[in-house]
């Protein structure tokens, strides 16, 4: 199984912050990852998918990047409606596997 | 608009069975891959397996932790997926989404197995 491994497991930071989330593959997955972001109670959605390719609807201050084994998430501003856990996934080989997980606090 | 909703979700006793239903709606379900993934409370996301759309022949693929215990099926005729879950263990309590490749998700059902 390909394992994901995301750091950091949380973060403080502040509205208007810069942010980055890393996630490590076990092995080479192309860009076959994607960025989800969860609130509380609520069901994941996808910010991000093919490791750069921002899902419609999400703001331009979401990005991705990597391919191989390192891959990063980037929100360059943060806005209070961003806090919230963030996890990768990747769908290059079965299992898909998630990463672990980043909750982002104030 | 895209929309699917989770249901059959409930309490259920160590070694029994419980069918969820995901009700789609606002695409054609036989031209997409569809997943189940579940939350234990507290925890991180699972992936627990995915039926292929039709030109893939519905192939299915499951997670280890719950092969040879859940099936998953669809009835696209009926826009529906579903999950059997039999053998049901504690470990399995979640709350259960169906998610479009991965792209859109229900607001997810929520399974206790307990006595």
């Known amino acids: 199984d390909i394992q994901m491994t995301q750091s950091p497991s949380s973060l403080s930071a502040s509205v208007g912050d810069r942010v980055t989330i890393t996630c490590r593959a076990s092995?080479?997955?192309?860009?076959?990852v994607g960025w989800y972001q969860q609130k509380p109670g609520k069901a994941p959605k996808r910010l991000i998918y093919?490791?750069?390719s921002l899902q419609s609807g999400v703001p331009s201050r979401f990005s991705g990047s990597g391919s191989g084994t390192e891959f990063t998430l980037t929100i360059s501003s943060l806005q209070p409606e961003d806090f919230a856990t963030y996890y990768c996934?990747?769908?290059?080989?079965?299992?898909?596997?998630f990463g672990q997980g980043t909750k982002l606090e104030i | 608009e895209v929309q699917l909703v989770e249901s059959g979700g409930g309490l259920v006793q160590p070694g029994g069975s419980l069918r969820l239903s995901c009700a789609a709606s606002?695409?054609?379900?036989?031209?997409?891959?569809m997943d189940w993934v579940r939350q234990a409370p507290g925890k991180g996301l699972e992936w627990v397996g995915r039926?292929?759309?039709?030109?893939?022949?519905?192939?299915?693929e499951y997670a280890a932790s719950v092969k040879g215990r859940f099936t998953i099926s669809r009835d696209d005729s009926k826009n529906s997926l579903y999950l059997q879950m039999n053998s049901l263990k504690i470990e399995d309590t979640a709350v259960y989404y169906c998610?479009?490749?991965?792209?859109?998700w229900g607001q997810g059902t929520l399974v206790t197995v307990s006595s």
């Open positions: 998610a479009r490749s991965m792209s859109d």
């Open positions: 606002g695409f054609t379900l036989s031209d997409h891959s």
């Open positions: 039926t292929r759309n039709k030109a893939n022949s519905y192939t299915p």
């Open positions: 092995q080479g997955i192309r860009n076959d």
């Open positions: 093919a490791a750069s």
């Open positions: 996934l990747q769908y290059n080989s079965y299992p898909v596997t």
